[in-house]
């Protein structure tokens, strides 16, 4: 005797689109990462008259400028170079953190809803 069970399961899945998010990442990242070289260069006295320096010095004026004057910059003369800590480049640094942590639990992915079917054959054989 030939017994055939035949299953059809039907299920939506959701397919993500993790676009926004990336962006947003991307621009948020590049953003920390010039403030962290601003720092950075700051704390070890960089040349200020360095192309390089002096974009990322520009650039990221615009950011650190709102924080100035909350605490004030601590200075250091060595032989050659003045190393300045500026805390407003590190509480800049905490604030774009935080706004970009924001951004991204408010930005949620697109749901694509997609039907897959799938059909399962049984074919065993019985005797009695």
Not at 29 to 42: P, Q, Y
């Amino acid at each position: 005797m030939d017994n055939m069970t035949k299953q059809t399961e039907i299920r939506n899945t959701k397919q993500e689109s993790h676009l926004g998010q990336t962006i947003i990442g991307i621009a948020f990242g590049t953003v920390e990462i010039l403030l962290a070289f601003r720092l950075v260069f700051k704390l070890l006295g960089a040349n200020p008259g360095n192309d390089f320096v002096r974009g990322i010095y520009t650039f990221t004026q615009y950011i650190v400028g709102v924080f100035e004057g909350i605490f004030p910059k601590v200075t250091t003369s060595g032989f050659e170079t003045t190393a300045i800590f500026e805390p407003a480049t590190a509480i800049a640094m905490l604030v774009v953190a935080l706004i970009a942590w924001g951004v991204m639990k408010l930005i949620k992915p697109r749901s694509v809803n997609r039907s897959e079917t799938t059909e399962f054959t049984d074919r065993s054989t019985q005797e009695k």
